[in-house]
């Protein structure tokens, strides 16, 4: 967050309140946050408290001829990181997705190529109504990213249900996972636009007989994170998930699989791709004979014992492909010592580009968590981020992708430029080199 320009557009709702102590945990963390405030959030709280904590004066009126003279909501936008619209009302949300721009805050959102955030927040009826439901979708699509609401007690004395706004901390969780603030500082918007991401995710359960089945503790979150993430940046995403209790992500195209040998064949069904990234927890065994019928308890007999055999290595096969690579290969090492040890271990055993390594034991609560702490394992060397949530490395992760997407692009030009060249000065020479 240090150094990051987030624009807060403050909307009309009792909520408003909370933005307050999110402007001070902002700037805590040495974010700089500039504020447009709604007519509507006036009624609420007062830019004179609002000013007092941005340390800045707090927009309000579209048609304020100081601001407008330095073209004023273009530059409000154009001079963030993000933004982040908190309370976002029904009425907001209906505005923002059907492209209204009759105030600052609308003229602004319209205007704006940023990462934008919505934290919705209204009576659970409104949020209930298809309208809401209906606009929420198209904005979606459009790659806008929501964080919350929240279940539970409204102001309104009696009423409860999904309407609440999102906790600060949630808010700055979301906000650490916008393109601009959890990058390299570019807008990811559109960086893998025309670029194919495989992206497998979640567990394998390897099938003992009918009803039983040999399984571990992946969720699936940090994998349908970078999906996410990956088609916020533009690409086509095949998201190749194992059995996971999360909703397929919007606008991703996400194939259901049980066992590591269907998701082998699911992958190589979704190749050619740019990218591919192995987050799945693949079982490395299956059960050698899979009986067709439950296994029944024999009074006497002793216990059954199952024998295993290996499961295919996904990541090694499409790593070592002859034809038809994908031009970044990236495996993850959950691991729980010496985790970086293993990591490069793992990166020259299975012929991948990169490793994203990272500490599964039990006290770090990765396993079906929301946070993260990861190594980056390349040839080149380790980069170490910090602990943050399982969506802030998804982004930063692809942001990485892309540079080095973007990089092995001018690599392979150059590459070929010096080659073309050599082969102008000397062509009889550079004839025989092939040949030999
Ligand atoms: N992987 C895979 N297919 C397998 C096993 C693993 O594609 N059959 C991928 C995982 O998706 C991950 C990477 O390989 O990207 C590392 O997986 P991990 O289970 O940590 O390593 P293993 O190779 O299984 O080694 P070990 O279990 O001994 O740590």
């Known amino acids: 967050m240090k150094n990051k320009r987030i624009l807060l557009i403050i909307g009309g709702g009792i909520a408003a309140y909370k933005c307050l102590d999110l402007i001070r945990r902002l700037r805590e963390f040495g974010a700089g946050v500039r504020v447009v405030m709604t007519r509507a959030a006036q009624e609420f709280i007062t830019p004179l408290s609002v000013s007092a904590l941005t340390n800045e004066r707090v927009f309000t009126d579209l048609f304020d001829l100081d601001d407008e003279r330095e073209i004023g ?13 908190a309370p976002a009302t029904a009425d907001l949300i209906a505005k923002i997705a059907g492209g209204h721009a009759n105030d600052l805050a609308t003229s602004v959102l319209l205007a704006s190529d940023k990462a934008l955030l919505l934290a919705p927040a209204m009576n659970p009826r409104m949020w209930l109504n298809p309208a809401t439901q209906r606009n929420v979708c198209q904005l979606e699509a459009d790659g806008v990213r929501f964080v919350g609401p929240e279940e539970g007690e409204m102001a309104e004395r009696g009423e409860a249900g999904p309407g609440r706004m999102a906790e600060t901390s949630e808010l700055i969780s979301a906000l650490e996972a916008m ?9 990811l918007l559109g960086s893998l636009s025309g670029k194919h991401v495989v ?9 003992i007989d009918p009803v039983r089945y040999i399984a571990n503790r992946s969720s699936g979150k940090q994998g349908h994170a970078i999906a996410i993430a990956a088609q916020r940046a533009g ?10 209790d999360l909703p397929d992500p919007s606008g991703v195209d996400t194939w259901h699989v049980e066992t590591a040998t269907e998701m082998k064949d699911a992958v190589a069904g979704a190749l050619p791709a740019d990218i591919a990234v192995f987050c799945a927890a693949v079982a490395d065994w299956k059960v050698a004979e899979q009986v067709g019928q439950k296994i029944k308890k024999a009074k006497g007999a002793p216990s059954p014992t199952l024998k295993l055999v290996t499961n295919p290595d996904i990541l090694k096969t499409v ?9 970044l290969v990236v495996g993850f090492a959950a691991e729980t010592e010496k985790v970086i040890d293993h990591a490069r271990a793992k990166l020259a055993s299975k012929g991948c580009d990169l490793i994203v390594a990272n500490d599964v034991s039990a006290a770090t609560g990765v396993m079906g968590g929301d946070r993260n702490s990861v190594h ?12 943050m949530s399982k969506d802030a490395v998804a982004a930063k992760l692809i942001d990485e992708l892309a540079l080095r997407l973007g990089d092995s692009k001018l690599a392979e030009s150059t590459k070929k430029k010096r080659g073309q060249r050599r082969a102008r000065a000397k062509p009889k020479k ?3 080199v092939r040949k030999t």
């Open 199 to 207: 992206i497998t995710s979640g567990p394998t359960h390897e099938p």
């Open 179 to 187: 393109p601009g603030i959890a990058g390299s500082g570019k807008a």
């Open 73 to 85: 909501h273009i530059r409000l936008s154009r001079e963030a990181d993000a933004i982040i619209v």
């Open 319 to 327: 790593a070592s492909l002859k034809s038809g690579r994908p031009k």
């Open 376 to 387: 980056l394992v390349t040839h080149d060397g380790e980069i170490s981020w910090p602990e």
């Open 430 to 432: 550079t004839k025989k």
């Open 235 to 244: 690409a086509k995403v095949t998201l190749i998930s194992g059995p996971v």
